[in-house]
């Protein structure tokens, strides 16, 4: 009985304490897509984010993918007298469905088309935030994916509408190359 009042009052202390953080939710929009990002700060510097957006893909193709992130602000720059300022990076993990360009080569003929699949890929984030005086906060960010996208290896005609069917093929995600390009960010902090 004590051990499970001990365990109940840590847990209770956990929660109060991780409900006290500051927190942030919005969305986040560039090149690869649209996202509903949620923030958590574990410290003065180091807080944790997750994504969860529509990867605008290649070719009219759309997909989903969840990105998990670790940042630590490296730098808070003092550039204007009301506000702050906070220079930021980190890494994660990103996991989605998505399209990509995939190639094969029939009859010494190389074909590409924008094909669905499985995507892992570890990413990178480093960026530049602003928060308001009042519970709103500005940030532009670049975030690549290095990893992979994996195709179920059907290709459709759309001429023909015919369905041609080829072997799995797994391939780099060249489409996450678009994270140098940098998005923005609009969150509300509570």
């Known amino acids: 009985m004590k051990r499970t009042i001990i365990f109940l009052a840590v847990m209770l202390g956990l929660a109060a304490a991780a409900a006290a953080q500051p927190?942030?939710?919005?969305?986040r929009i560039g090149t690869t897509g649209l996202e509903a990002v949620y923030l958590h700060n574990l410290s003065k510097d180091a807080f944790i984010e997750g994504n969860i957006g529509f990867d605008f893909g290649v070719d009219s193709g759309a997909g989903f993918k969840i990105t998990g992130l670790y940042n630590v602000v490296c730098a808070r720059p003092a550039w204007t007298n009301s506000g702050s300022w906070a220079i930021y990076a980190g890494a994660g993990v990103s996991l989605g469905n998505v399209y990509d360009m995939v190639s094969y080569k029939v009859l010494d003929e190389k074909i590409s088309y924008p094909d669905n699949g499985f995507m892992v890929a570890l990413t990178g984030q480093i960026g530049l935030e602003y928060n308001f005086d009042f519970p709103l906060q500005l940030a532009v960010d670049m975030r690549p994916y290095l990893g992979m996208h994996i195709n179920d290896g059907k290709f459709?005609?759309?001429e023909?509408?015919?369905t041609v069917d080829y072997e799995s093929k797994a391939g780099f995600?060249?489409?996450g190359l678009l994270g140098f390009i940098p998005t923005l960010s609009v969150r509300y902090r509570f």
């Open 23 to 27: 927190k942030a939710a919005g969305v």
């Open 156 to 158: 459709r005609i759309p």
């Open 160 to 162: 023909t509408n015919m």
């Open 173 to 175: 995600y060249g489409n």
